[in-house]
């Protein structure tokens, strides 16, 4: 386990405009420690998306907060510090000739142990575990966190699809723990969310007696 309290990232569903989704951005920033965000977006790339990025991008910077999108086309041509890969491989390695040193590069769609460390050694600045876009074992994904954690020193991030999954995940080594329906959905809103969240991490980090 890192010695440090593991940080939330946050991803945001597949956004067309902001307006709507403005306040509970705002609010979920304001309620605890997120390191960053991953703004997902439906549009493709042009002068409306540019618009998003730049929007989300200056709420984001009022809370010291990163925030990555899923191009790198478009990552480096406005206001993103950096983008998030959605699978390893020459996509990975563009991204990274693309963005580094000055910007942040993270992978996930990581199938496999060998793909994972592939990916690190590529230049990424975080490996993810857990599919965005599809139900996964929570228990799998806590033993490649677990496997992860014990041999790498690269940043790991594990994917949450629930709140109950976040203290199991934080305790098997997880430097980040990304969340995104369980925080925009939750009955109670987004702040308080985040604010579960942050109790489970800090149980999960508290160390034993």
Same mark, same amino acid.
């Given at each position: =386990?890192?010695? &440090?309290?593991?940080?939330?990232y946050?991803?945001?569903?597949?956004?067309?405009? *902001?307006?709507?989704?403005?306040?509970?951005?705002?609010?979920?920033l +304001?309620? @605890?420690?997120? +390191?960053?965000? %991953?703004?997902?977006?439906?549009?493709?790339?042009?002068?409306?998306s540019?618009?998003?990025?730049?929007?989300?991008?200056?709420?984001?910077?009022?809370?010291?907060?990163?925030?990555?999108?899923?191009?790198?086309?478009?990552a480096?041509?406005?206001? +993103?510090d @950096?983008?998030h890969? @959605?699978?390893?491989?020459?996509?990975?390695?563009?991204?990274?000739?693309? =963005?580094k040193?000055?910007r942040?590069? @993270?992978?996930?769609?990581?199938?496999?142990?060998?793909?994972?460390m592939?990916?690190?050694?590529?230049?990424?600045?975080?490996? =993810?575990?857990?599919?965005?876009?599809?139900?996964?074992?929570?228990?799998?994904i806590?033993?490649?966190?677990a496997?992860? *954690?014990?041999?790498?020193? %690269?940043?790991?991030? &594990?994917?949450?699809?629930?709140?109950?999954?976040?203290?199991?995940?934080?305790? &098997?080594?997880?430097d980040?723990?990304?969340?995104d329906?369980?925080?925009?959905?939750?009955?109670h809103?987004?702040?308080?969310?985040?604010?579960?969240?942050?109790?489970? %991490?800090?149980?999960?980090?508290?160390? +034993?007696?």
């Amino acid at each position: =386990m890192a010695e &440090a309290a593991p940080r939330l990232y946050l991803i945001t569903p597949k956004l067309a405009e *902001a307006a709507a989704f403005d306040a509970a951005f705002e609010a979920a920033l +304001a309620a @605890g420690d997120i +390191a960053c965000v %991953l703004l997902r977006m439906q549009m493709q790339a042009g002068s409306d998306s540019k618009k998003l990025v730049a929007r989300f991008a200056a709420l984001a910077r009022k809370h010291d907060t990163a925030l990555l999108i899923e191009d790198p086309q478009l990552a480096a041509r406005c206001d +993103a510090d @950096g983008v998030h890969v @959605g699978e390893g491989g020459m996509g990975l390695e563009a991204a990274v000739a693309a =963005m580094k040193p000055d910007r942040i590069v @993270g992978v996930g769609g990581l199938s496999s142990r060998h793909d994972a460390m592939l990916a690190g050694e590529s230049g990424a600045d975080y490996v =993810m575990f857990g599919d965005l876009d599809a139900e996964e074992d929570s228990a799998a994904i806590i033993e490649r966190i677990a496997w992860w *954690a014990e041999i790498f020193t %690269l940043p790991c991030v &594990a994917y949450a699809q629930t709140l109950a999954d976040v203290a199991p995940l934080a305790a &098997a080594g997880a430097d980040f723990i990304a969340l995104d329906d369980a925080v925009w959905e939750h009955p109670h809103g987004a702040a308080a969310a985040v604010q579960a969240a942050m109790l489970a %991490l800090a149980s999960a980090h508290e160390p +034993a007696r």
